[in-house]
């Protein structure tokens, strides 16, 4: 429709004529002098026009007058174009109150349906407070078919919405607790939305409910007295499962042993029962029901449900039990199975000895699978690394046959994995003291081959493995096992802040509440942060309530404030901040992997040797700072935190004592949203906390407010809107600066919009990739260039790099299997969405130099990416970590020309 | 809750929009698959497609199995459903939709007892 619209031409003016027309030829009168007919044609009309999307703003007097027409066909359709075309913010409706009360508590059934209808879906505050009483009683009225009553469910739900108050909770609770009795299950479905609201809002008054919930639970787990037309593909309805469970969830435990055990019981059914089945409408609808049941669980309520087993002597096959099916879960459903469910696994069972030799196993025994989910090796992997040894004497189950069929699933993971089967290797290397040689250098060599690795934590986490193992029984100590997590820790912070996100712009008074409640249970985190402030300085609720705290520095780190013993001090660095997304998630249990407490110190002293190097490069890339010199040290390497969020979307921009930054980013085409987050991470206020951005000229950037406060132990978020205008590598650069007691601290960051952000990665089909070659034959839009001192790298690793800047490697295209092919779309203002095509062909006698051609339809990106790559493929001599794109002058203008030249560090700041 | 439910053409012409929250008009036409802080959830049948707005919560895939019910039940109502039933007959597909959803919470699962409604409501015009 947009697009007639914009060819001008206007089907609400010929409409409009059309109904002139009409009038005219009844006499000249209005609307009302038109026979039945002509108006319903008129207003469907209206409909019509509407739902194409145009404006339509006439004619809604005439369908709100048609509600109160005596007869049915015309009525019908002044209630639905009525509650199509206006909403509750509309004065004309309060018109139609007066009509719409008498329909509905007047005889005629139809009639009722239709007011109830009405009210439902447009009811606003002058419905609740007028019909609700009418509503109720209705609903209650056992005159009234069904058909009525499950229509005032939802509409009683509605008015509750726009006003709590409506519904009376002691005079209520009781009759809601009998229209959960319910037989006919259109009521009882109406029913349970109306109780989940009423529920989120104060649960409180309606425990008499809850057996009622598990009742219907068991109803329709049995399929007892569920009649055909309510299973949906041979399920018990899912809809009314999937709602019941909801609602269950709002309690925070289950007194009564009976209502447990039957719960207990319908869980084990559904999580027993759902098996993956080729019919996708039923599978979805099973594992809508599964997901539920989870959510029904852990973390909160698996104590709970532990205890009761306790109390029935069958803990020691439920908690199995419950490994088992999850582990079921990731092997059936891989791709369903979010990272927070495995890393529940692995809470579970490290906090549950006698669960550790039996989860090895299971493990073990997943891995012989010819074909496992990515997931499955991710928590095999680490649940082999921790627990693998005490398997030890069964067979398959050497050090040796474990780390084998562990490394045979290495070629086929994604980057995000890698790091883990490290850490697993490296736990292998330390629980077979003393190794065997051959294992040994097996291991190591893979360690050193990932030193070079382009993926900040691959390559981190294998170089600091290396030099550990090489520190032979040291190891012991310092890998030793995961400590306990402590309970309640639930890594569910990407959804707190979706929650938290959604109750900030949320109007909806008895939805919010409900939301913020769901935030409380659901994610226990959200609340820890509260905890974790101090009780002295007094910082606005409001902004901590949910607000995730910044990490404490690597020392504070080790307290079991955290709960989470974490060590491994340079890991933690890369991704200290457990309130980013899931890659983020990753990052925070990966640092909890190392060795607790103490052995940080020893630690960094280990790798001081390549880390000494690394620091002084940091302060460098701090140089270019103004006149007087930061007296406040950087925690943790500057550059590589850039880097790492050049191929990631969250994580730490930059730490020192006083100050976190970290960064989330979503990008979508040219467009970015990055939002800071400054966490002020002492019992004081920062002061004259200022945040510019310097942009280079391709970049449209606005930052939104930064406060020149930010309170004790707070943390501010800060949007910053990103637009790619056109193709270059030049970088952002953030100059923030603020002041703590006397220390004036001012740092120049740069920021992770680069190149590669605004990539998306496409896959091309030979049929479309060699025309599109061919037709962009030569310079400027294809260029070509041998580059040398290429870092010497497997075509498979080639291949992941590639991949980890959103080219995507197209295989089989190019014959010659040392050759790569990649494509890419690129988006920028200036381009729109642009295909980029790359082919790089290598030498397998001399890797270190390769022929690489690129081709767009833009000569500057052209240039731009062909440069882009490069940089990505040459090996800076002095760096053991990944080459770094090359912010211009331009972009970090404050740098004055004698400070350059004068202060060798700067100069070559300047120049990484 | 569903905030929502659109039908689109591929071409993006609506076949049934029916909003459960007051909307400002310039809102409804940059509907994308994330809108404001809730998801959409789509499905396509031949060319068409079904969005449903819902809460960043609930449960996607019980509301992408509620949108093959709709299907379903409008399937069977019009006998192998396709679109031009849905243009010629927009007005009872507004019909189904309330019978089917009220409030933005599902009413009735019972494709039966939504058939047979309309049965009734037939009778009545």
Redesign the interface.
Known sequence: ???ILRKGQNPLFAFALDFACLCARANGVNFKGLTPYEKKKYV?KM??IY???Y?VDFGHMEAVSLISAPK??EK??GY?VT??LL???HDFLRLAINTVRNDIVGRNE?FQCLA??LV???GGRDFAESLAPDVQKLLISSSCRP?VR??AA??L??LF?KNPDVVNVDGWSDRMAQLLDERD??VL??SM?LFVALVSNNHESYWSCLPKCVKTLERLARNQDI?Q??T?YGIP????Q?KTM?ALQYFPTIEDPNTRRSLFEVLQRVLMGTDVVKNV?KN??S???L??ALALFPPSNIEGLTCIVCKDFILVMVVPWYVDVILQLIDKAGDFVSDDIWFRVVQFVTNNEDLQPYAALKAREYLDKPAIHETMVKVSAYLLGEYGHLLARRPGCSPKEIFSIIHEKLPTVSTSTIPILLSTYAKILMHSQPPEPELQNQIWAIFSKYESCIDAEIQQRAVEYFALSRKGEALMDILAEMPKFPERQDPLWK?SS??K??E???ADTA?QSA?KL?AQQ?SSNALVVTDQSPANGTPPVSQLSLVKMPSMSSENHNTAEQGVTQANGTLSVVDPQPSSSSPGLLGDLLAIEGPPGVAVQSEHNLVSGSEGALDAEDALALAPVGEQANTVQPIGDIAERFNALCLKDSGVLYEDPYVQIGIKAEWRAHHGRLVLFLGNKNTAPLVSVQALILPPTHLRLELSLVPDTIPPRAQVQCPLEVVNLRPSRDVAVLDFSYRFGTNVVNVKLRLPAVLNKFLQPIPVSAEEFFPQWRSLSGPPLKLQEVVRGVRPMSLMEMASLFNSFRLMVCPGLDPNANNLVASTTFYSESTRAMLCLVRVETDPADRSQLRMTVASGDPTLTFELKEFIKEQLVSIPTALRPPVPVPTPQAQPTTSPAALSSDPGAMLAGLL | ?IRFILLQNR?????????????E?SE??KVEYEF???KVIYRRYAGLFFSLCV???D????Y???I??FVEILDHFFSNVCELDLVFN??KV??IL?EFI????????????IIE?MGE?EK??
């Open positions: 429709y947009h697009g469907w409909l019509y739902m194409l999307g404006d049915y066909p019908q359709v639905i509650s199509s909403n509750e913010n139809t109830l209808t439902g879906n447009i058909l499950k229509k939802l509409c739900l509605r919405r299950l259109g479905t109406s939305s009649p037309e309510y949906y309805s899912p809809w009314l999937v909801r409408n979805n609808a594992h809508a029901v997901f539920e959804q979706l929650i996100k959604a900030d712009t949320e939805e939301i769901r659901q | 809750m071409q993006g012409k609506t076949r049934l929009a029916k909003y459960y929250i007051p909307l008009e409804k036409h404001r802080t809730h809460d960043i919560t449960n996607e895939l019980a992408l199995e509620c093959h019910l927009f007005h507004y019909l309330d009220l409030a933005g919470e599902l009413q009735e699962t019972s494709k039966k007892a409604r409501l009545q015009e």
